[in-house]
Structures are given as structure tokens and as C-alpha cells.
């Protein structure tokens, strides 16, 4: 089982992961996430990518297949994995099928309105220690500038300055259209409109994915 949660950047994506990788235990994969791992470590792969990952446009196809390719091998996603940020583009979506095509897929969509993004994102913080997200506005953090979970310290995301949020906002355009029609005609595509609260989100996916998937309800309701 493959779940893609795809959406525009401040659409919940991460959040949604969260609370399915929870509810039916399959493991979230955000090479978002794993991109910028790789720059707070300075790996060899982070010094490549920090400058890109900074300003919003996409890591080239040729990295982001290696680091695909080696997560999906590892033991955690033998039986399901949910993807959160990939893929971008046309050219991703086949390399996927390529190296991992045979599973059941569910493909949603959270879509939200280019105001409500910019709104979001600016008011986004995230925990250096353990990567929690909050919105200043309508999920603040109880003591100023500190998470609630691990007390690390909140910082907004380089790529989430305004001019980078217009930017990353212009790119996900551009580049998602193909990837929605790919998927509508593999008649596994679905959306979900993502401006409601968290819960009400979180409800519409999983009924989707229990419509869907016979393999979930095999592992165990996901409510
Ligand atoms: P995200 O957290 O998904 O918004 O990703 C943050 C940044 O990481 C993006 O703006 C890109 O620079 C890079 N990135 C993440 N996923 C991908 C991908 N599938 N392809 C190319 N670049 C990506």
C-alpha cells in the first residue's frame, strides 16, 4: 500500500502524515525532510542541496531518485509507506512506478487557495530537536519560541520567508498539473479540501483510504 499525499506547500501534508504514519503504522517518507536532515548534519548530500533547499526550487531528479531509491529499501516500508512531498514532477511519478510500481496505490490531494498558503506559511514554525510543527496563529506553542514537546527552540524555515513561499507556490503550479492528470487517469486520485481543522482534514482522508484499501482494514481499522 502507497499513500501520496500530495498538496501545495502549507497544505497540512506533514501534519496528515503524522497522524495516518499513527493511525494504520506505515512510515511517513518527506524527502523534504530528509533533505534538510541532510544540511542540519552537513552531510556531503546536504552541502549539495542546502542552497537549493533554501530557496525553494527542486532538488534535480538525479538526487532525489537516490534517496528514494534507498529509503524504499529499508525494512519499514515492506508492507506500506506514506509519501509526503514527492512526487514533484512528471519525471518523478515514473520513476516511482519504475522502482516500486506494483503497490496498491491512493493518491489525495489537499488542496488549499494560494491566500490561505501564504497565510499559513508565514505563520509556520518548526522545532529544531524533534521537527514539530506550529502555527502561530491557530496551533501556538504554549511558552514563546519553544516547543511544547521537547522545549528545542521554534524557527521559521528559510523557505518560508514570504518571496520564497510566492516562489515554491509558483513552482508546485507549474510542475503539479501533469502529475494530478497522470494520476486521474490511473483512476487513483482523490481530493480533499484542506482549509478546514486539522480533524475534519484527517476524517475526509481516512475515509477515502478506507474506501480504498482492502490491505488497511487487513492491518486493522485506521479509526
Ligand atoms: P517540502 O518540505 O516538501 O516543502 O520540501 C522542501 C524543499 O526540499 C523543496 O522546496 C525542494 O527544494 C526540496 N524537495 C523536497 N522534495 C522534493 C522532491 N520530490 N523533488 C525535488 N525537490 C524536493
Redesign the pocket.
Known amino acids: 500500500m502507497r499513500i501520496v499525499l500530495l498538496g501545495p ?1 502549507g497544505s497540512g ?2 501534519t496528515q502524515a503524522g497522524l495516518l504514519e499513527k493511525r494504520c503504522g506505515f512510515p511517513v517518507i ?4 530528509l ?2 536532515q541532510a544540511v542540519q548534519n552537513k552531510t556531503p548530500l546536504g552541502e549539495k ?1 542546502k542552497s ?2 533554501g ?5 534535480s ?1 538525479e538526487i ?1 531518485i537516490k534517496i528514494l531509491k534507498k529509503r524504499l529499501l529499508e525494512i519499514d516500508c515492506k508492507n506500506g509507506y506514506i509519501l ?6 512528471i519525471a ?1 511519478v515514473k520513476i516511482l512506478e519504475e522502482i516500486n510500481g506494483h503497490r496498491k496505490e491512493v493518491v489525495i490531494e489537499l488542496y488549499l487557495e494560494r491566500d490561505a498558503i501564504i497565510e499559513r506559511l508565514g505563520a509556520r514554525r518548526v522545532c529544531t530537536k524533534c521537527g514539530a510543527i506550529y502555527n502561530m496563529l491557530e496551533h501556538p506553542p504554549k511558552k514563546k519560541g519553544r516547543c511544547d514537546i521537547c522545549q528545542g527552540k521554534l524557527i521559521r524555515r528559510d ?1 518560508d520567508k514570504p518571496k520564497v513561499i510566492k516562489e ?1 507556490i509558483k513552482i508546485y503550479n507549474k510542475e503539479i498539473g501533469s502529475v494530478i492528470d497522470y494520476y486521474k487517469r490511473k483512476n487513483v486520485y482523490h481530493r480533499v479540501d484542506a482549509q478546514f481543522k486539522i480533524n475534519e482534514v484527517f476524517d475526509n482522508i481516512c475515509s477515502i483510504i478506507e474506501k480504498e484499501s482492502e490491505d488497511i482494514k487487513e492491518v486493522g481499522s485506521i479509526r
Open positions: 506547500p501534508k506533514g518527506s524527502t523534504g525532510d533533505l534538510r542541496v537549493v533547499v530557496s525553494g526550487e527542486l532538488v531528479d532525489m509526503d512531498g514527492y512526487p514533484r514532477n518523478q523557505d515554491r
